[in-house]
């Protein structure tokens, strides 16, 4: 009984020692995994963009091999100083030029992306939301971006905050944008875009600034759209017509009314004694 109870206990603590194996292999994994991916990222976008003044070039060295090196890159926070997950890459005015850079996907932790006022140009990648899809704070003004704006940033539910003004971008604001319930600043201020403005729902604070130097924007802080205008007085003339309407047939219900009062006043003053004489008639003839 002693030998059996011994072999059980030998057993259970081979099955935790082997379990506790196999957990530690894939947090390894995962760690390993995550840490390769954002240097990966930070590689892909070094690659990505030219870097006129050097300041990449001269901070982003990925030839050191120490845990959590690239959280001393210019420009990168990480979620951990020891830990190689970037949590807000920051690139403001140094310069850069190139493309959007779709290697930030590889950041896969990434909340927050600041490439403001450098000299990036051409379209944002229509699939944005799948670059960028944990962002709470993207700011890309101050560039050259061209392009419509992508109707898929309405996918980017985290965002609180979305500048892009002062770029070239054309073409209507995406009205989906309205469905990003946590955005609290957002500015599309110079550039060349036209149409309705989105509805943001339990927002007051996005006013007529955040649309300036758009002259064909309308609607909500601004002016009136000139077809929702047309609607409204059309909506007005056919209201007035109606009620016109309505209020011509009144008057003449009235006045057949009292002309009917009229009528038989003064049929009663021209025989007051009613059909009384032509009922005395018939008796008589009876």
């Known amino acids: 009984m002693a030998f059996l109870m011994r072999m059980l206990l030998r057993k ?22 995550g840490v390769e991916s954002d240097i990966n990222c930070l590689k892909s976008i070094k690659a990505s963009l030219q870097d006129t003044l ?23 926070e990480c979620w951990h ?15 850069l030029k190139g493309s959007f850079p779709r290697g930030v ?20 990648p229509t699939d944005i939301d799948k670059i960028i899809t944990f962002i709470t704070s993207l700011d890309l003004s101050s560039n050259s971006f061209t392009g419509q704006i992508p109707m898929k940033l309405s996918n980017c539910s985290y965002l609180n905050v ?17 469905q990003l319930t946590r955005i609290k600043t957002f500015s599309v201020a110079n550039n060349q875009l036209s149409g309705q403005v989105p509805t943001f729902s339990n927002n007051a604070s996005i006013t007529a600034d955040s649309y300036a130097n758009n002259p064909g924007l309308c609607g909500g802080p601004l002016k009136q759209c000139q077809g929702s205008a047309k609607k409204s007085n059309s909506v007005v003339i056919v209201g007035a017509g109606v009620g016109g309407a309505t209020f011509a047939a009144l008057i003449v219900v009235i006045g057949l009314f009292f002309f009917m009062r009229r009528v038989s006043a003064r049929k009663k003053e021209e025989d007051p004694e009613g059909n009384k004489w032509a009922k005395s008639f018939k008796k008589t003839k009876g």
């Open 12 to 33: 259970q603590d081979a099955g935790i020692f082997i379990g506790s194996v196999l957990c530690w292999l894939l947090l390894s994994c995962g760690f390993s995994f």
């Open 54 to 76: 050097g300041y990449l070039n001269s901070s982003w060295d990925f030839n050191n091999n120490t845990e959590g090196f690239i959280c001393n890159f210019l420009g990168i």
């Open 81 to 95: 100083p020891h830990e190689s997950k970037v949590l807000n890459i920051k690139l403001s005015d140094l310069g």
């Open 105 to 124: 996907e590889n950041c896969t932790s990434l909340t927050g992306l600041d490439l403001s006022s450098n000299q990036l140009n051409g379209p944002l």
């Open 162 to 178: 979305l500048k892009l003004d002062n770029n070239k971008f054309s073409g209507i604001i995406p009205p989906e944008l309205g």
